[in-house]
């Protein structure tokens, strides 16, 4: 609800003085009812006047009508029946209305022109795009921009009453809590001087229209202290209605304010525009410039005056600092306020919060789920990985001490050779010693033969034990070309009747691997084993093993090749299944072995036909510093 408390003294000082209250509605009612007859006799005489271009086009005059239809029609007399004489061709009807119906009008653009006061245009202005063509002059504003304000009235006997201060704890009469000149105002006076209206007074009472019940509770004694808009009481007292002397408006501006100085009547508040007179989105161009001009041209005989519109940018700053009217949901700030305006999308807010939570909770309780998960099954991973790394060293291990006892029937004469040589040796030079035949020089001789074949023997135990020992695989630069001789020399050591075996060294220089040496040792010798035993009962020429080494693609190739018996395509397919043999003795797990060694080296082992007879067994290692 929107309230008017501070309308024009235009509307007041018509009004004719009467002895008391009642009296002078009986005549103010008769004096209306006569004013109303007269503008009803304007309305029907402007169209005859315009309906010589055609017939008349209605405009309605929407007007906020507090003090009743019949005041109403009573003040706005003057101004449609200016208005139906000077603007041809329309015929201009007032309508009058409370704040509820005349915004409903306005949303249903029933009316064309309203005429309002200031707050409540502001209002109707943000949401319904009212404009102002023209602003009331009244003769008691100072300028149209500070023609009404409010004035804070008590008892003149009310010696303690001197300040707003002093009002604290008392009981206050206003029209209503959104009343522009019957109570914002003063609400933002005080707010100005740093007090809140609501809590400073013990009781605010509102009293609704007409204003004079205001100024009768003061009077009475029922309020300390009332609001009503400048310029009443003395319009009041002009007519007789009261005594001015009974009175004192409090926090008289006039005396602070020179800007206000010269406002005739008593003032608590700054001056706000007066009404304005604004046209509704459907009027059109043309219309608005006719009124405006009528307007402005109405002359004061009339007992009305328009002038340019004032600007109500005050009034925007008043409701601004209240928060209220069109600022109201400034004051919605407040945690309440927030929940009840935006209520939906906080719900909907809440909503997705939760479910994010929900959501966060749950991937949370999964990830911590599947990382233990995880971890137990790395950790059963690792076990197993290291349960099979163990079984294979086991393998392997297994596989040098089985090519160890192959080669074992002819290790015993290998050791007996240089053993018999170290005996031979050692009696002949007792018997020199027993026939006085022993030189310095034989047994210098003697000496020097037992040295080398010990050593002979020595170095065949040696490599046999380091071949043979159990130990766990490392990665080291290896020197490949060291390894196959190494190999070669082993099994020369270990083969009573070894064949030739050729090492073909075709590596660039700073070829080099990271490998396991006794392991790929393991592998050379299990494949020159093999290439051996292929060639066994052939022909000498037949019976030759080449190592080769050479690169290729940054790779390390080693070729072991011979021209032994060879093997079928359907034997070649299955050389690398585990226990796969063509030996009666045999174990087939020799090149099983292999390919994983090779393989945990990076590499791949491979076999094929060797041309014109035998095979070719080949494994790659990853080169790191190759220069193919
Ligand atoms: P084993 O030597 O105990 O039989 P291997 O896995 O070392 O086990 O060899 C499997 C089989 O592959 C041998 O039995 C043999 O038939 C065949 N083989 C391996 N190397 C050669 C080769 N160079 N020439 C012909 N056959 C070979």
Redo the contacts with the bound molecule.
């Keep these: 609800m929107w309230h008017d408390g501070g309308y024009s003294g235009m509307r007041l000082h018509r009004r004719q003085p009467s002895a008391g209250l009642h009296g002078q509605a009986v005549l103010q009612r008769a004096i209306r009812l006569c004013l109303l007859i007269l503008s009803g006799f304007s309305l029907l005489s402007g169209p005859v006047q315009a309906e010589n271009g055609g017939s008349p086009q209605d405009v309605t005059i929407g007007v906020l009508a507090y003090q009743g239809e019949l005041a109403a029609a009573l003040d706005w007399a003057p101004l449609t029946r200016f208005l139906n004489e000077r603007v041809p061709g329309y015929r201009f009807n007032l309508e009058h209305f409370d704040a509820d119906s005349l915004r409903a009008a306005i949303r249903e653009q029933r009316v064309d022109l309203v005429v309002t006061n200031p707050g409540y245009y502001v209002a109707m202005e943000n949401e319904f795009g009212l404009s102002r063509i023209a602003t009331l002059d009244s003769p008691q504003a100072l300028s149209p921009d500070k023609g009404t304000g409010s004035a804070l009235i008590v008892r003149s006997d009310r010696a303690d009453l001197e300040t707003l201060a002093d009002l604290r704890g008392k009981r206050l009469a206003a029209m209503a809590p959104d009343a522009f000149g019957g109570y914002l105002l003063v609400v933002r006076e005080m707010l100005a001087q740093g007090i809140d209206a609501e809590s400073h007074f013990k009781e605010i009472h509102f009293l609704g229209v007409p204003m004079m019940r205001i100024v009768a509770a003061v009077q009475r004694g029922e309020a300390d202290a009332g609001v009503v808009r400048s310029c009443f009481i003395e319009q009041a007292a002009a007519r007789g209605v009261l005594r001015l002397e009974d009175f004192r408006v409090l926090g008289d501006r006039r005396s602070v304010d020179t800007t206000a100085a010269a406002f005739p009547c008593g003032l608590s508040t700054p001056l706000y525009p007066d009404w304005p007179i604004a046209v509704t989105r459907g009027i059109g161009h043309s219309l608005s410039k006719q009124v405006a001009q009528a307007l402005l041209s109405m002359p004061a005989d009339t007992g009305m005056a328009w002038t340019v519109p004032a600007d109500y940018q005050t009034v925007h700053e008043l409701y601004r600092e209240l928060r209220t009217g069109p600022y109201a949901h400034l004051r919605d700030v407040t945690l309440a306020g927030l929940l009840r305006r935006f209520w939906p999308a906080l719900l909907v807010l809440a909503l997705v919060l939760t479910a994010w939570g929900v959501h966060t909770v749950r991937v949370e309780h999964l990830v911590q789920r599947r990382t233990a998960e995880l971890r137990a099954s790395l950790r059963a991973r690792d076990e197993a990985e290291a349960r099979v790394r163990s079984h294979q060293e086991q393998m392997e291990h297994l596989s040098r001490l089985s090519i160890l006892g192959e080669l074992s029937g002819s290790l015993a004469h290998e050791i007996n050779q240089p053993l018999t040589t170290i005996g031979n040796y050692a009696r002949s030079l007792l018997r020199r010693h027993a026939d006085g035949r022993l030189t310095d020089a034989a047994v210098v001789e003697a000496c020097g033969e037992i040295g080398s074949e010990a050593e002979r023997a020595g170095g065949i135990m040696r490599r046999i034990r380091d071949f043979a020992r159990k130990r766990t695989a490392v990665r080291e630069p290896a020197d490949m070309p060291a390894l196959a001789d190494s190999t070669r020399k082993l099994i020369e050591g270990m083969l009573l009747h070894a064949p030739l075996i050729v090492c073909e060294n075709e590596l660039p220089p700073g070829c080099e691997v990271l490998a396991d040496g006794p392991q790929i040792q393991q592998v050379l010798l299990?494949l020159v084993k093999?290439?051996i035993d292929?060639g066994r009962g052939l022909p000498p020429e037949r019976q030759a093993v080449t190592i080769r080494l050479e690169t290729a693609d940054k790779r390390l190739l080693v070729h072991v090749i011979?021209q032994?018996?060879?093997?079928t395509a359907e034997?070649q397919s299955r050389?690398f299944e585990p226990f796969?043999?063509?030996?009666p003795d045999?174990?087939?797990?020799?090149?099983?072995i292999c390919k994983t060694i090779v393989e945990a080296h990076g590499g791949r082992l491979w076999a094929e036909s060797n041309i014109p007879s035998?095979?070719r067994?080949s494994f790659s290692l990853p080169c790191h510093a190759a220069s193919n």
């Design positions: 299990n093999n290439a292929a011979d032994g018996c060879g093997l034997q050389l796969f043999t063509t030996k045999g174990l087939g797990l020799g090149l099983p035998g095979m067994f």
